[in-house]
């Protein structure tokens, strides 16, 4: 239940989520054969397509949302975080900007569904045992933010995201 009230609330990084898999699977040449972007439901939303040609091409589709999510998050909110120094002086369109970056960036992590397909593609695919060796801790590493998410390290990462990279990244080029 909060799963999903929690979903509908960062709709956006449900969206750009799915659209990170779109993304990869288009640059690896993957055919897409059904995009859902969001639903009331669980999965929020999902991505169907073909097998993957080998290991490396499974990895990007899987953490592509990592990428996509986490670079919208920092650049949506940048424009608000970077130059704030005082959050009690925020003019409504910029909390928009850091919800929007914040709901983009805590659904930056590859999902169990993710997980379940990397594995498949990899043990039950074209997965030799080097692919498999790198897949094994990538896998691993889902299920246990799978498992962070219970101790809300989503939302944590998405604000981590959202108001500390922008200001580092700031900090890092001046």
Known sequence: MIGCLLSVLT??????????????????????????????GNPAGYVLHAEPENAVQHLFIAFGPFFANTVLGAAAAAPVTVPLRDFHSLQPWQYVLLWLGISIAMHAFPSTGDAASLWG????????????????PFVGIIYLGAIAKAVWLD??????????LPKLVAAWLK
């Open 155 to 164: 939302v944590i990462y998405g604000i981590g995201v959202a108001v500390v």
């Open 121 to 136: 593609g990899i043990w039950h695919g074209r997965g030799c045992c080097l692919a498999r060796l790198i897949a094994v």
């Open 11 to 40: 709709f956006p990084g449900v969206i750009v989520h799915e659209l990170g898999h779109v993304i990869f699977c288009r640059l690896f040449g993957v055919p897409v054969a059904k995009v859902c972007l969001f639903r009331f």
